[in-house]
C-alpha cells in the first residue's frame, strides 16, 4: 500500500510529501535504541507528549472542571494545545527545512500517527492552499482523547477533543502560514464512527462548519 493510500484521498501529487515526511519521522525516532545504561533524551521528550496530553484530556481535566467550568476548559485545552502545535511546528519544520505547505501538513499528519495521537485521513473536499481560503476537513479513524473516554466507559454528548483540535490547528497555521481556527463536529467518543475536525480562517469557520455538518449530515 502506498503512503498517499495509508495516509489521504486528496490529489495524488501529494505523494511524495507523504514519503519523505515517513522518511523523516523513521529516522528522527530510530536514533532511539536504548542500550545499557544509555537512555535517549531526544526519543524520551517526543513521548512525554502524549503522556501530558493524556493527563489533560480526562484526568487532570476532572479537576480543571471543578475550578473553571466545562466551557471555560475547553477553551484552555484547545488554547495550549493550539500553541504547543505551533511551537513545535516552527522547531521541527525549520530543523528539517520544511518550506512547502503541503509538506509541513503531512509532518504534523506523521508525527501525531507515529507517537499514537491520532490517525488523520485528509477529506477529498480539502481546500489547501497559502493563502486566507483554506478549508481542511480531518477524519480520525483513532483519537487517544476519545479512547481514554471509551476505555474508561464514560459517556459525552459533545465532541472531547480539543487538544487534537488546537494541536494540528496551531501546527497547520504555521504550515500554511495562515491564520486558523478549528472545530470538532463529531467524535469517537460519543459513538460517532470517526472524529471529523474542520479547520478555516476565524472568518469563514461557521460557514464552513454549516457546509461540512450538510455534506455529512451532521445534526
Given at each position: 500500500?502506498?503512503?498517499?493510500?495509508?495516509?489521504?484521498?486528496?490529489?495524488?501529487?501529494?505523494?511524495?510529501?507523504?514519503?519523505?515526511?515517513?522518511?523523516?519521522?523513521?529516522?528522527?525516532?530510530?536514533?532511539?535504541?536504548?542500550?545499557?545504561?544509555?537512555?535517549?533524551?531526544?526519543?524520551?521528550?517526543?513521548?512525554?507528549?502524549?503522556?501530558?496530553?493524556?493527563?489533560?484530556?480526562?484526568?487532570?481535566?476532572?479537576?480543571?472542571v471543578r475550578s473553571y467550568g466545562e466551557n471555560g476548559v475547553n477553551r484552555l485545552v484547545y488554547g495550549l494545545?493550539?500553541?504547543?502545535?505551533?511551537?513545535?511546528?516552527?522547531?521541527?519544520?525549520?530543523?528539517?527545512?520544511?518550506?512547502?505547505?503541503?509538506?509541513?501538513?503531512?509532518?504534523?499528519?506523521?508525527?501525531?500517527?507515529?507517537?499514537?495521537?491520532?490517525?488523520?485521513?485528509?477529506?477529498?473536499?480539502?481546500?489547501?492552499?497559502?493563502?486566507?481560503?483554506?478549508?481542511?476537513?480531518?477524519?480520525?479513524?483513532?483519537?487517544?482523547?476519545?479512547?481514554?473516554?471509551?476505555?474508561?466507559?464514560?459517556?459525552?454528548?459533545?465532541?472531547?477533543?480539543?487538544?487534537?483540535?488546537?494541536?494540528?490547528?496551531?501546527?497547520?497555521?504555521?504550515?500554511?502560514?495562515?491564520?486558523?481556527?478549528?472545530?470538532?463536529?463529531?467524535?469517537?467518543?460519543?459513538?460517532?464512527?470517526?472524529?471529523?475536525?474542520?479547520?478555516?480562517?476565524?472568518?469563514?469557520?461557521?460557514?464552513?462548519?454549516?457546509?461540512?455538518?450538510?455534506?455529512?449530515?451532521?445534526?
Open positions: 500500500m502506498s503512503a498517499l493510500e495509508k495516509h489521504t484521498s486528496l490529489d495524488r501529487t501529494f505523494v511524495s510529501a507523504f514519503f519523505q515526511a515517513e522518511e523523516r519521522w523513521e529516522h528522527f525516532f530510530s536514533k532511539s535504541r536504548i542500550a545499557a545504561k544509555k537512555i535517549d533524551y531526544e526519543r524520551l521528550e517526543a513521548s512525554k507528549l502524549l503522556i501530558y496530553a493524556k493527563a489533560l484530556s480526562r484526568g487532570m481535566r476532572e479537576a480543571m494545545a493550539k500553541n504547543a502545535g505551533a511551537i513545535d511546528a516552527r522547531k521541527i519544520l525549520n530543523a528539517h527545512e520544511v518550506l512547502d505547505p503541503i509538506s509541513g501538513l503531512v509532518m504534523g499528519k506523521v508525527l501525531l500517527k507515529t507517537i499514537g495521537w491520532s490517525q488523520i485521513t485528509f477529506s477529498p473536499e480539502c481546500i489547501i492552499e497559502e493563502n486566507d481560503e483554506n478549508y481542511i476537513i480531518c477524519e480520525h479513524n483513532f483519537s487517544f482523547e476519545a479512547n481514554c473516554y471509551i476505555d474508561a466507559q464514560l459517556v459525552t454528548n459533545l465532541p472531547i477533543c480539543h487538544l487534537s483540535c488546537g494541536y494540528y490547528c496551531g501546527w497547520s497555521e504555521i504550515s500554511l502560514k495562515s491564520s486558523l481556527a478549528a472545530r470538532e463536529l463529531d467524535c469517537l467518543a460519543k459513538g460517532d464512527d470517526r472524529c471529523i475536525i474542520v479547520m478555516a480562517p476565524p472568518y469563514r469557520l461557521f460557514d464552513w462548519i454549516k457546509e461540512t455538518k450538510a455534506k455529512y449530515g451532521i445534526k
